[in-house]
């Protein structure tokens, strides 16, 4: 992509002027990410409703697959590599929500920054969606 369509990016928008594909760095199938900017926080059970709200197929990215844990990290940590090459990088800094929670209360949150990581947070918190679904 060249850099003017991605430095569209999000600031108060509500459609971001590209779809990014990622290959699963694992599987090799390829995801996207939603065209549509979530602008405000959410909490797990609101992110999940407007992710299903924009289609079928559209979902939180996985932290917890059921049967391969070598599969665990990968959607969210792809997404984050794919975001570092994005020269407006700083907009997307924030904590995501992740989707299949093993909890009732607590689901993961991935915060993208510099030194990403994963964190188990209440399920009333408000964190940042992403949508993504395979292609």
Known sequence: MESNSQEIAILGAH????????QHPVTGKIFEISDVLFPIKMTWED????CK???A????PL???KQ????????????????????SY?????????GMSQHHFKNWVFHLNENPYWALRSK????????????
């Open 53 to 55: 709200n924009l289609g």
């Open 124 to 135: 009333i918190e408000h964190h940042y969606v992403l949508a993504v679904r395979e292609n």
């Open 90 to 98: 700083r907009i997307f800094k924030r904590s995501y929500w992740c």
């Open 57 to 60: 197929g559209w979902r939180l």
């Open 47 to 50: 992110a999940n409703l407007a």
């Open 68 to 87: 391969n844990s070598l599969l665990e990290l990968c959607e969210m940590e792809a997404i984050g590599e794919e975001f570092s090459k994005i020269s």
């Open 15 to 22: 459609l971001i002027n590209m779809i990014l594909e990622i």
């Open 63 to 65: 932290k917890c697959p």
